[in-house]
């Protein structure tokens, strides 16, 4: 039998593209509705999709003290939109993102625990360490932990929580670490392991150096599922589907492409000539990210000699390292197959451009050829989370 394709949808805010919230199919102001989480779980399920993840942020959206005026990307607690979810679904996964940083261990037990049992064995953590140097003050703590002792810290804090559940309250682990640090704790840690991999060949990559770390920390590399970002537009040709998401991207005018960028970049860069050149100095000696990602980050941009309006709208049309398809749903089906077939990965973590109309179309359009190729189930096989994705019990 064919691998079979786990189909993962990560629902943040309106959509993955800035100017999402923008386009005439989108709902902006229906994700603060309970009505709104309602029809994202039934289409979901209907698309026969493994689990829904949302993310979290412990700070404030902005840069450098200001909030973006139009970026419209609500960060709405994840386990209360999927409890909601959970009532009105009975098969989809739930997947939370929730730090080890700054929840101590009780609160995660009895949080999850009670996801997991409530929804009947759905639930899912993703678990992170938080990396935005903004969210310490907001705990009383002037800096961030360094990384290393974060992933320590959260290695502990994941060993005491498995060690307080029981089996009908213990979630899916989920990592999404990219760093040597980050891929380790996923290694040792993860049942399921969200990356972004433009193309086949960084998915490959990703995928060998994970299953060659998780055989070396003494798992089976075959009970970890690999899912990387897919972010899609889909027409009816593929000229056709360039021209949408040429349209999408034409809705971020300017000023939000650099307001996204300065999120991005976490230093705020609105005062700044969008014709004048990138402001590196500036922006090194005043971000609170870390500086040599940052300067990598820039040194393209800036020896190509891009002024700052260009470069914040080429910054908006490559969503963090993800693969963007822009065609056919046929293309699209065939493209997944051949990402499987070629061990780059174990299914696709869904990113739809906006909300909810081209989850939609993905539904509607992608999940029937993958279930005519044999590459996609046409029913559940059980009732959890692990049943779903093939994993022990």
């Not at 990598?296 to 993800?322: C, D, I, K, M, N």
């Not at 293309?331 to 990965?345: F, N, P, Q, R, S």
């Not at 359009?365 to 022990?392: D, M």
Request: charge should be negative.
């Amino acid at each position: 039998m064919s691998a079979q394709i786990h189909l993962w949808a990560f629902l943040q805010g309106i959509g993955h593209y800035p100017s999402g919230w923008r386009h005439e199919d989108a709902d902006p102001a229906g994700v603060f509705t309970m009505d709104y989480y309602r029809k994202v779980g039934a289409l979901a399920e209907r698309g026969m999709i493994d689990a829904i993840v949302y993310g979290d942020q412990l700070q404030s959206r902005g840069a450098g003290g200001r909030t973006p005026e139009r970026l419209a990307m609500p960060t709405l607690d994840p386990v209360s939109l999927l409890a909601a979810i959970g009532s009105v679904t009975r098969h989809i996964g739930l997947v939370a993102t929730v730090s080890t940083t700054y929840n101590d261990v009780p609160e995660l037990v009895e949080r999850f625990g009670t996801l997991n049992r409530i929804t009947g064995g759905r639930a899912g953590w993703n678990i992170v360490t938080t990396a935005h140097p903004a969210t310490a003050p907001n705990f009383g703590e002037p800096d961030l932990p360094d990384k290393s002792v974060r992933y320590s810290h959260a290695a502990q804090v994941v060993s005491d929580c498995c060690d307080a559940w029981d089996a009908a309250s213990r979630p899916v682990l989920v990592q999404a670490g990219q760093s040597g640090d980050g891929r380790d704790f996923a290694a040792r840690t993860a049942e399921a392991i969200f990356c972004p991999a433009a193309t086949i060949e960084a998915g490959i990559a990703f995928r060998s150096d994970l299953r060659r770390r998780i055989a070396e920390a003494g798992r089976d590399p075959d009970g970890v599922r690999i899912m990387p970002g897919l972010s899609f537009i889909l027409a009816d040709s593929e000229e056709a589907a360039i021209a949408k998401d040429e349209a999408l991207l034409a809705l971020a005018d300017e000023a939000l492409c650099i307001e996204y960028l300065s999120e991005s970049l976490c230093f705020d860069l609105t005062s700044f000539d969008p014709d004048g050149p990138i402001p590196e100095a500036d922006i090194l000696a005043g971000t609170l990210l870390p500086r040599d990602d940052i300067a990598r980050a820039l040194a393209g941009p800036v020896s190509e000699g891009l002024g700052l309006g260009a470069f914040a709208a080429r910054y908006v049309r490559t969503p963090r390292g993800h693969n963007v398809f822009r065609g056919t749903p046929e293309k699209l089906a065939t493209m997944m197959i051949e990402w499987i077939d070629a061990g780059a990965c174990d299914g696709f973590t869904l990113q739809p451009a906006y909300m909810p109309g081209e989850l939609a179309l993905f539904v509607d359009q992608v999940v029937p050829i993958l279930q005519e190729r044999g590459r996609l189930r046409r029913s559940y096989s059980g009732t959890t989370l692990r049943a779903t994705l093939g994993l022990p019990e």
